[in-house]
Structure formats: structure tokens, C-alpha cells
């Protein structure tokens, strides 16, 4: 591109030292534009949310319409929702194109093949391959849609430091697992400290630990947590992390930090900042009233890869404009947040507003019809009986 505006130019010189004056002049005002519009990048045309469709997915009677943890999966040209079911030890897995309760993965809590509450979350590369996290550190647990125990992978190092042996892999923030051909990236949480524990031991902190699956071996990765996250005068910040992967590589992102972070290898890594136009810097955690902070607080939230049209969201929870009476629900289903749509390399196209609480931007997922917003319960459409989902498409004007 470079040499074809140099070779551009060049004929323009030459043809400028045969013109007359005034034809010179005219033709000294063509180039200036001809120059910006070689030199000049273009401005993203503004985007608008466009409902594609609805999916009705009914509830059962002792389930309730709220989880930490739902993915999307698909097999064979069918499209999946995996919904974690707290209440009943359990996932329930529905058939989006049929809108039905296709099966429920039932868990069993007593015996040889008991299976530990998935409390961090799970992971889906098959149905014979659904990856649990659970309170107990260092494991993952590999069970099937019947609930059978398939295998116990020792995800973590657990013989000397135990802060962060523990995985994270629910959709607050939509992080998963990462395959890198035979190894598994495993995201850890982090560990909570009263008090700024000092860049020696930030740095000492991996955030990721790869798993061999072939060998069974563990190590840990040198990403570390960033020390933002560790305010070194106040408390931590929200340092909850969320991650993906599409094109090749892993995406990694903070609820502190505007920035979004991806590599190919889990050694390295590079930086793009996807900053919103309602950032605000994030409020140290402190003691006392936490849902109110929560309420009260501009927030990073989960980032998705849109496999379909090649491009990513991310969700930033904005502050409550107004005193409210119940700040866990408006931690739940906040008055506003917005969703950042990223093009393959992380630029902004734009960014779309959400307000008056009628989704929930802790249960979204990407399917092929959208970007999939659930009802709240203050939506004039919700059903209580069915879990709804919107698909949005986000199109030029």
C-alpha cells in the first residue's frame, strides 16, 4: 500500500511540472484531497441492536431462572445451552432449534462415582467431555451427560502454595477452558489479601496452569497477575478474570481493567485496550455493604468470542444512576450496561446501551442467530416459567 502511494505521488510531480500556474493550482488542491483520502483511516459506521429471535426454553418446577454458569455448544449443526442447576445438583441441557429440556445431567453425591458440586463452573468440548470445577483445589472432574465420572485431572499444584489452586469457570465473568492441542489451560482464581501483599508475591502468582493431558502433568504458566489489580495504598480491586479463545489465540480480561490480553502460548502475551466510552475507575473492595459497592460501581464483565460473524463483545456494567432498595438485585440485573462489539483484531466498532433492567448480562451467550441476552424479571415479557432468550445482531444503521 505504502509503494503505491509513493509511485502515486511520484507520477503527480512529474505531472505538475508541465501544468500552467492556475491549472497548477487547481490541480495542488485535487492532490491535498487525493492525500487524505490515501492517509486517512475510516471512522466504523454506527451499529444498531436488530432482533433476530426468541428462544423459550421452559423451566422445570424445582429450578429456578438464575445460574452462575450457562454455555453454548454445538455438535453436528445442533445448537446447545448447558444450564447449571444449583439447586438440584445438576445441568440441564436444552435443545435450542427444538426449545426443549433435551436431558438433565444428574450428579451423584454419595459413593465411588460422587461428583463434587460444580460451584467454579464447567467447561463442554463434548458430551462425553464436560469439564467440572468444584470447591475441592486442584482438580477438574470429567463427567458425561449421564453423570458418569469419566476422570479426575489434577488441574493445579496443591504440595506448596495453595492461594490460587482453585479454577474458575463460570459465565459472571464466561471463562473456560483452553485446549492447546494435548494440554489444557486452566484459569485459577485469585486470591483475596487484606492488605497489598507486595510485588514479590503478586509476581510469583501464575493465573493460568497448563495440564498435559497425555502424561497427566502439571506446570504453571509465567503470566501473572497484572499488579493493578493489587492497589498498593487501598484494598484490591475487583480481580475477578474472564477467558476465551477464538482465531489462535487465548483472551484474557479483568473486571479492573480496560485492557484485553491474548496469547498464543500461554508464556507470553500481548495487550489491546478496548476501554468503553462509560469507564469509570473501579472501587476498591472494602468491608461492608458489598452488593451496594457492586450496584454503585462501573464494572468489566464477560468477554465473547462470535465464532459466526468473527468478531467479539464484551460487557461493561455501568453504575445506578439512583438509590435503590435492593442493591443485590440490581447487582444481578443492573439498570445499565453496555456491549462492546469488537472487530477480529479488538478494535471498536461500537457500543451499545442497555437500560431499564429487561436482560440480564450475567446469562448471554453467542449462538448462530446472535449475540443471546436472557429476560430479567423485569422485562414486560417474562415469563417465569420459561427461561427467554433474545438474539441481537449488531448491523450499520
Known amino acids: 500500500m505504502i509503494s503505491l502511494i509513493y509511485k502515486n505521488t511520484i507520477m503527480k510531480i512529474r ?8 491549472l497548477l493550482i487547481l490541480f495542488l488542491m485535487a492532490l491535498a484531497v487525493s492525500c487524505m483520502s490515501d492517509y486517512s483511516g475510516k471512522t466504523p459506521e454506527p451499529l ?23 454455555k453454548h455448544f454445538e455438535e453436528d449443526g445442533e445448537e446447545f445451552l448447558l444450564w447449571r442447576d444449583r439447586e438440584n445438583n445438576s445441568i440441564l441441557i436444552y435443545d435450542l432449534d ?10 451423584v453425591e454419595e459413593g465411588p462415582g460422587k461428583v463434587p458440586s460444580a460451584d467454579g463452573g464447567f467447561s463442554v468440548f463434548g458430551f462425553d ?5 468444584t470447591y475441592v483445589p486442584g482438580k477438574l472432574y470429567q463427567v458425561d451427560t449421564a453423570g458418569n465420572l469419566q476422570n479426575v485431572i489434577i488441574s493445579a499444584d496443591t504440595s506448596g502454595n495453595k492461594m490460587n489452586s482453585l479454577s474458575t469457570l463460570n459465565s459472571r465473568m464466561n471463562s473456560d477452558l483452553v485446549k492447546l492441542g494435548e494440554k489444557l489451560a486452566v484459569p485459577l482464581r485469585f ?17 493460568f496452569s497448563l495440564v498435559d493431558l497425555e502424561k497427566g ?16 495504598s487501598d484494598l484490591p480491586l475487583p480481580r475477578a478474570m474472564g477467558l476465551t479463545a477464538g482465531n489462535g489465540y487465548a483472551y484474557f480480561c479483568f473486571e479492573c481493567d ?8 500461554f508464556k507470553t502475551f500481548s495487550t489491546h485496550e478496548t476501554r468503553s466510552e462509560y469507564h469509570e475507575e473501579c472501587r476498591p473492595i472494602t468491608k461492608g455493604a458489598p452488593f451496594e459497592r457492586v450496584a454503585k460501581s462501573f464494572m468489566y464483565r464477560g468477554l465473547y468470542y462470535d465464532e ?17 432498595d435492593n442493591y443485590r438485585e440490581e447487582g444481578n440485573f443492573p439498570s445499565r450496561f453496555s456491549v462492546i462489539i469488537l472487530d477480529e483484531n479488538l478494535n471498536i466498532l461500537d457500543e451499545i446501551l442497555f437500560s431499564g433492567s429487561e436482560y440480564s448480562m450475567l446469562h448471554c451467550f453467542v449462538g448462530e442467530a446472535g449475540f443471546y441476552l436472557m429476560r430479567s424479571p423485569y422485562n414486560p415479557d417474562y415469563e417465569e416459567d420459561y427461561l427467554t432468550f433474545d438474539a441481537f445482531t449488531f448491523e450499520q444503521v
Do not use: C, W
Request: aromatic share 10%; proline share 9%; no cysteine.
Open 258 to 265: 480496560p485492557n484485553i490480553y491474548f496469547t498464543k502460548d
Open 217 to 232: 502433568l502439571v506446570s504453571s504458566s509465567p503470566i501473572a497477575i497484572p499488579a493493578k489489580v493489587y492497589n498498593e
Open 98 to 107: 427444538e426449545e426443549r429440556l433435551d436431558k438433565r445431567i444428574q450428579f
Open 129 to 133: 467431555s464436560i469439564y467440572l470445577s
Open 48 to 70: 444498531q441492536a436488530r432482533l433476530q429471535q426468541t428462544k423459550r426454553l421452559p423451566l422445570p418446577e424445582t429450578s429456578t431462572a438464575f445460574t452462575l454458569t450457562l
Open 308 to 324: 459466526y460473524r468473527n468478531r467479539f463483545y464484551r460487557v461493561a456494567k455501568l453504575p445506578t444512576m439512583e438509590e435503590v
Open 191 to 207: 486470591p483475596f489479601f487484606k492488605a497489598n501483599p507486595g510485588q514479590g508475591v503478586i509476581d510469583s502468582i501464575s493465573i
Open 15 to 22: 505531472v505538475m511540472q508541465k501544468m500552467p500556474n492556475k
